[in-house]
């Protein structure tokens, strides 16, 4: 039973223009939601988070955006770089409990 | 630098015989934990400590085992490598206890085969 899923297993995304994440989730229990990037042969590095009492977070290029009735949240990276072609994961939790999506493989072409 | 390193980066080994991956982070970070990454199952959760001498199941510990001796050490141990247990993994440390509002940081990997 997935409770996180991020449907799209890969995005490709001409540089300057948006890239948008998609991730869903069915625990109506999870209270914060982060995003992490992966590079190939390291570990996963925190990008942004966001509380379900918030519905929108911003940082630089990065924005994360929760809808908590349609249980679904998105990441845009705008505009998008070459340097953002990574693997991004959507976390979701609350207290001690944290569940990871499958990831999205993006590509940023120049 | 603030890191959390992992011991080896590659391991091939054979069924059954034990092995130990070695976790150490420098930032005295209260929480540590270990994943696996698998194709098309993202990261889950196999043990966590939020303390010296307190260590908790995740969501998938059979076949593992881990212990905090240390505040800065987790090491991860396979008493018996299966073929299952072929995987990616990572450790990871968090300054504060609760887990989900507060972000990790990842050691860089461990490629485990077990033929």
């Known amino acids: 039973d997935q409770q996180v899923k991020q449907n799209s297993p890969s995005l490709s995304v001409q540089e300057g223009r948006i890239s948008i994440l998609n991730c869903d989730y069915t625990?109506?229990?999870?209270?914060?939601f982060l995003w992490y990037k992966k590079y190939p042969a390291e570990g996963p590095t925190f990008l942004i988070s966001?509380?379900?009492?918030?519905d929108k977070n911003e940082d630089g290029r990065f924005t994360v955006f929760l809808n908590k009735s349609a249980k679904h949240l998105s990441l845009h990276i705008v505009p998008s770089q070459p340097g953002d072609s990574a693997v991004y994961f959507c976390?979701?939790?609350?207290?001690?409990?944290?569940?990871f999506g499958a990831g999205t493989i993006l590509r940023v072409k120049s | 630098e603030a890191q959390v390193t992992q011991n080896p980066r590659y391991l091939i080994t054979v069924t059954g015989k034990k092995l130990t991956v070695t976790c150490s982070q420098n930032?005295?970070?209260?929480?540590m934990s270990w994943y696996r990454q698998d194709p098309g199952l993202g990261l889950r959760q196999i043990y966590y400590?939020?303390?010296?001498?307190?260590?908790d199941k995740g969501d998938v510990p059979e076949g593992y085992k881990v212990s905090r001796k240390e505040k800065r050490n987790f090491p991860l141990i396979l008493e018996s490598p299966s073929p299952n247990q072929t995987s990616l993994y990572f450790c990871?440390?968090?300054?504060?206890?609760?887990?989900?509002?507060?972000?990790?940081?990842f050691g860089p990997g461990t490629r485990l085969t077990v033929l």
């Open positions: 930032m005295n970070h209260e929480y």
């Open positions: 625990n109506s229990m999870f209270d914060y």
């Open positions: 990871a440390s968090s300054f504060q206890r609760v887990l989900s509002y507060n972000e990790q940081f």
């Open positions: 966001i509380s379900s009492i918030k």
């Open positions: 976390a979701a939790g609350y207290g001690n409990k944290l569940v």
């Open positions: 400590s939020m303390n010296v001498e307190v260590t």
